[in-house]
């Protein structure tokens, strides 16, 4: 990744929680890898870019089919858009028959 995940600046709305998303992208062979590194930073500059995301980050674990995801939006409506938004990418295309092992909490 170039671009730091987090974006200075940005706080979560008056009375209105965080959505937090963490967990793991777990790939079945090279060729799924193959594909989360084609598509990921595409998927994660628009991730980025995106109204009330603080925070977005897919990082590489020692496992080399594993990737680490922490996802951060200033609220609910953020992150629906998020994922309304992810659905329609070509990311999304792409890695949809990938394994996705998220915990998401809202505070």
């Known amino acids: 990744m170039t671009d730091s995940p987090v974006?200075?600046?940005r706080s979560v709305e008056p009375g209105r929680g965080p959505v937090r998303l963490a967990g793991?992208?777990?790939c079945d062979t090279p060729a799924d890898a193959d594909l989360v590194r084609l598509h990921l930073p595409n998927h994660e500059r628009l991730s980025r870019a995106e109204p009330g995301c603080l925070c977005f980050a897919v990082t590489p674990t020692d496992d080399p089919l594993v990737w680490r995801v922490?996802?951060?939006f200033a609220d609910?409506?953020?992150f629906d858009h998020h994922q309304i938004r992810t659905r329609a990418s070509e990311w999304f295309r792409a890695t949809a028959h990938i394994r996705r092992e998220y915990n998401v909490t809202a505070d």
């Open 7 to 9: 974006k200075p600046g």
């Open 24 to 26: 793991l992208l777990r």
């Open 76 to 78: 609910r409506a953020a």
């Open 70 to 72: 922490e996802e951060l």
